[in-house]
């Protein structure tokens, strides 16, 4: 089980006081599957031999339910453990009759007599058994799925959470949030529980991500991708019973609901009233969440305030904030758009469209452009759809936010053809959208994707007349060569550099890129007159980005110890910022804080490596320079003895779902924390990691990312030694590892 100490801890002190004869109650919330059952079973485990755990269930049967259910399913086993004879015992001929109201088992019940009366003898007489078995060891009872229950049961509930003090005996409960809808008849009898003395309650939480992976990873056997993470916790939302659903047992994630999860999530939205199911059909289209300016625009006034009421109180539907509106869960409003009939889908969304056209401000999201799109591309309106891409893709570059550009740009790419060409986007081909779809790619680290486009985009393009788009097309596939760890890219360096021999921005662009990529290689000495070259162009084009890159290049060509390194990197910097190119300001900022700690300038090394960092993420290129510049702030954070931060920070860049290349740095770190901390598991397992990397296909000579676990210094130091050791045997290692960034 993952997650949820902190109710463990909780459900172990209540056990604590009953033991000391405090009677205690805990009640349980959760949604449906959000793991209620679960923490009672593991705690109730936990317990072991020292307590008697008595459970029983409500069972769903429609109104009314069972009376008594869960007491029945309780007692059921206690005579199944001990014995009709020993109920006697405890109990006495008289009371084991009253029981036989809730068990046939123990004999005839009796027939006689007041209604009112004879419940008071069987409430007195269960109370008396528990008091009986609790003087002989601890007892606990879990009543679950309260949701269901009778008034019957709920009114013995409370009477024994009342009237059992002095008892040791712990009284679990449990509920499904969701099914105790307002006008629900139990919800009183929750809030009379709560207010009684000895009653806890506990809300479980939904798992957070990091949790979920954890779950993913116990279910699996083995630690799932960070996409896969990502796609279940964003679906399934942190409720463990959708985590297991939304899961193949090969690790894969399920496109579709299976369907009695489906039901399990309609249940409720089923027994709405008709303008309540036709606001939420329309919701579903809009998304997760939607304004209630907007939702009015789709489907009018009319009516929509109760209807929204009554979708709140199923718990169906949660006031997001102040104007709109969002479903409890995102697998619902799934499942009520996989309901939809194809002609009712296309109807909301032409709706949702041409509402977002007459006013943007309608949409919550800051990205209307986008919504727009997908809102006329479901409607059928190819047309629309493509000019909206297009507009959005355009909107997309100026937010930095390369995924949602990329989305938009490969919509465009396959409405292209759907359109008439008086209708398209009006000064563009489609190599210009591959170009730009290649370039997002490239930032999105989306570099499977990107080389298909790259591919598209070479087959496009004439090499007599339109070398410099070729080459520029080249330099993309190359970074995401790098990033994939695919084999080629310097060979696509040097071709693009062939096909651009002008003194132009492109021929800039592949000197600074392969400088770069030769001393990720480990061929610094290849670079010098590269660099050179590169110092020319610059001053001839006579623009700051050129200058920076530059000056970096010509820094990888120096040797660790020449001051000048140091000098053109802080230049460098300073232009970068001047010049306000969030680009070469990371390339810069990257090679600064390899170089501080190459020369094992650590703290300075740790100060810029923040930086970086931060910088990183406010530029947008988290996911695309995230791990390459975490790696270096671990490594560098490790120096100065801070194993914690280093720890933390490594969880951190794993979320952001690096590229194959920042995802090996990150293992080939976590190996060396967890060596240096004498831990040899996972360091053997990063171990295993780094040398299937090895293994595969590779631009000779090794890279960096993988140099340092080939180097003397660090295979002296297998198995890892003390940490001072280690530390001091890793700084001698004189491995400069590798800056990506183009
Ligand atoms: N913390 C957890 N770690 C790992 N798995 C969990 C955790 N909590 C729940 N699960 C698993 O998720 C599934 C759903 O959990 P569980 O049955 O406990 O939910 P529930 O709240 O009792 O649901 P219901 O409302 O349907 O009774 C189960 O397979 C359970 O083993
Ligand atoms: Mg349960």
């Not at 007195?124 to 528990?130: A, G, M, V």
């Not at 080389?451 to 190359?478: F, S």
């Not at 190996?671 to 296909?697: M, N």
Request: aromatic letters at 4%; glycine letters at 8%.
């Amino acid at each position: 089980m993952v997650g949820r100490d902190s109710e463990l801890d909780v459900l172990a002190d209540a056990f604590a006081d009953a033991c000391a004869e405090t009677v205690r109650t805990v009640v349980i919330s959760a949604e449906g599957g959000g793991g209620k059952s679960r923490l009672i079973r593991e705690a109730t485990e936990r317990l072991g031999r020292q307590a008697l755990v008595l459970s029983g269930w409500c069972v769903e049967q429609g109104e009314p339910g069972l009376p008594f259910a869960p007491f029945v399913s309780a007692v059921r086993r206690l005579v199944q453990l001990r014995g009709v004879a020993e109920i006697v015992t405890l109990v006495g001929h008289a009371g084991a009759r009253e029981l036989a109201r809730l068990l046939p088992e123990l004999g005839p019940a009796p027939s006689e007599g007041d209604p009112g009366m004879a419940r008071s003898r069987l409430f007195e007489s269960l109370r008396l058994l528990l008091e009986r078995l609790a003087a002989q060891a601890p007892v606990v009872l879990a009543l679950e799925d309260l949701h269901w229950a009778d008034r019957a049961t709920r009114d013995l509930l409370l009477y024994l959470a009342r009237n059992l003090h002095g008892t040791r005996l712990l009284l679990i409960a449990s509920y499904r949030t969701e099914a105790l809808a307002e006008a629900h008849p139990l919800r009183g009898g929750f809030a009379e529980l709560a207010r009684i003395e000895g009653v806890t309650t506990l809300a479980l939480p939904r798992l957070s991500r990091a949790n979920v992976a954890l779950h993913l990873t116990a279910m699996l056997g083995h630690e799932p991708a960070p996409d896969v993470v990502n796609g279940v916790h964003a679906r399934g939302g942190g409720v463990p019973l959708f985590t297991e659903a939304l899961v193949t047992p090969t690790g894969a994630v399920r496109p579709r609901l299976m369907g009695s999860l489906r039901d399990l999530l309609l249940g409720a939205v089923n027994e709405l009233p008709e303008r309540a199911r036709e606001g939420l059909r329309a919701m579903a289209v809009g998304g997760f969440r939607v304004g209630h300016r907007l939702l009015v625009a789709v489907v009018g006034a009319d009516g929509l305030d109760a209807a929204l009421r009554a979708a709140i109180a199923a718990h169906v539907v949660i006031a997001a904030d102040a104007d709109g509106y969002a479903f409890r869960h995102a697998l619902i409003q799934e499942a009520i758009r996989d309901e939809l009939l194809p002609g009712e889908r296309q109807r909301l969304h032409r709706a949702y469209a041409e509402a977002l056209e007459a006013d943007p401000s309608l949409g919550a999201d800051a990205w209307v452009a986008a919504s727009i799109a997908l809102h006329w591309r479901a409607a059928d309106d190819p047309a629309r759809a493509l000019n909206a891409a297009w507009r959005a893709a355009r909107e997309a570059t100026a937010r930095l936010a390369y995924a949602e550009q990329l989305t938009m740009l490969e919509h465009a790419l396959d409405l292209w053809p759907r359109v008439e060409p008086a209708q398209r986007p009006q000064g563009i081909d489609r190599a210009q959208l591959l170009e730009a779809a290649a370039d997002a790619a490239c930032w999105a680290v989306e570099t499977e994707r990107g080389q298909r486009i790259v591919e598209a985009g070479l087959a496009e393009l004439d090499p007599a007349t339109e070398g410099e788009r070729i080459a520029a097309l080249l330099l993309e596939r190359a970074m995401m060569r790098q990033q994939g760890m695919h084999e080629g890219e310097l060979g696509d360096l040097r071709e693009a550099l062939r096909l651009a021999p002008g003194s132009t921005r492109t021929r800039a662009a592949a000197l600074g890129q392969i400088c770069r990529a030769l001393a990720q290689h480990g061929r610094a000495d290849e670079i010098g007159a590269l660099a050179d070259e590169l110092d020319e162009l610059a001053m001839r084009l006579g623009e700051a980005e050129w200058t920076v890159e530059a000056l970096v290049s010509g820094a990888l060509a120096r040797p660790v110890g020449d001051m000048a390194a140091m000098t053109r990197l802080e230049r460098a910097l300073g232009e970068a910022q001047a010049g306000a190119s969030g680009r070469v300001e990371m390339i810069a900022r990257v090679a600064m804080v390899d170089l501080l700690d190459a020369r094992g300038e650590h703290a300075a090394a740790v100060e810029a490596a923040s930086a970086a960092w931060q910088r990183a993420r406010q530029l947008g290129q988290a996911r695309y320079m995230g791990a390459s510049v975490a790696q270096l702030l671990a490594r560098a954070l490790m120096a100065v003895g801070r194993w914690d931060d280093a720890i933390e920070l490594m969880a951190e860049a794993r979320e952001l779902d690096p590229s194959p290349l920042g995802s090996t740095q990150l293992s080939q770190v976590s190996g060396l924390i967890a060596a240096g901390r004498g831990d040899l598991t996972p360091a053997e397992r990063a171990l295993k990691v780094l040398a299937g990397v090895e293994a595969s296909p590779q631009d000779a000579p090794p890279r960096r990312s993988s140099c340092q676990w080939r180097s003397p210094c660090f295979r002296a130091t297998w198995p890892p030694p003390s940490r001072p050791a280690f530390a001091s045997a890793r700084s001698g290692a004189g491995c400069r590892h590798g800056c990506s960034g183009r």
